[in-house]
């Protein structure tokens, strides 16, 4: 089993930033990959990131060359840099992981971006 447990959220005016952090315990020494999605208010839940543990990054097209994913070491927090953050990327950010038998998903953490 893996635990995840996101941190990092909160109120930001368009154009600031944010570092979003999450934080993994239990099995964390297989995963495949971690990634970050979002789910705005009355909206489904989308895909922003994944970081493949044999290396390797992906974005959505919505975050790309604003937002980066990152992560160290299976010992380390999952961060995602958010800059020129718009309104449209109101939401709450959650943290997944992937591997052999493992789909794990945090709590969210809330990213509100003030016009």
């Known amino acids: 089993q893996v635990q995840l447990v996101e941190s990092g959220g909160g109120l930001v005016q368009a154009g600031g930033s944010l570092r979003l952090s999450c934080t993994a315990s239990g099995s964390i020494y297989n995963l495949d990959a971690m990634g970050w999605y979002r789910q705005a208010p009355g909206k489904q839940r989308e895909w922003v990131a994944t970081i493949f543990t044999r290396g390797g990054t992906k974005y959505a097209d919505s975050v790309k060359g604003r937002f980066t994913i990152s992560r160290d070491g299976a010992r380390d927090p999952l961060l995602l840099q958010m800059n020129s953050l718009k309104p449209e990327d109101t939401a709450v950010y959650y943290c997944?992981?992937?591997?052999?038998?493992?789909?794990?998903w945090g709590k969210g953490t809330l990213v509100t971006v003030s016009s």
């Open positions: 997944k992981a992937l591997g052999p038998g493992v789909s794990a």
